[in-house]
């Protein structure tokens, strides 16, 4: 089923700043979660819930912990859609 889904960089980055509840301008590649833009661990956890629904992938908590800006939310999407 995952084959079917294809990763669009502007589609993620609009539905990672929703879910984060951050301006999609002030999610950049250097962002980091915690420090610029104050997400919690509950607000993770909401990330990776979105996640999995989005792209019906299933995310690890120790994955989500590893989860410091864009490019990893990416990356880790990209690698659990190749699979």
Do not use: C, W
Request: aromatic share 4%; proline share 1%; glycine share 2%.
């Amino acid at each position: 089923m995952t084959a079917d889904i294809t990763l669009n960089e502007d589609e993620l980055r609009g539905l990672v700043a929703d879910a984060l509840d951050v301006d999609v301008e002030a999610l950049t590649d250097e962002a980091h979660f915690i420090d610029d833009l104050d997400v919690d661990s509950l607000v993770a956890l909401e990330l990776a819930v979105t996640l999995e629904r989005s792209y019906q992938v299933k995310v690890e908590e120790a994955e989500i912990v590893e989860i410091r800006r864009f490019p990893d939310v990416r990356d880790l999407l990209a690698k659990k859609l190749a699979a």
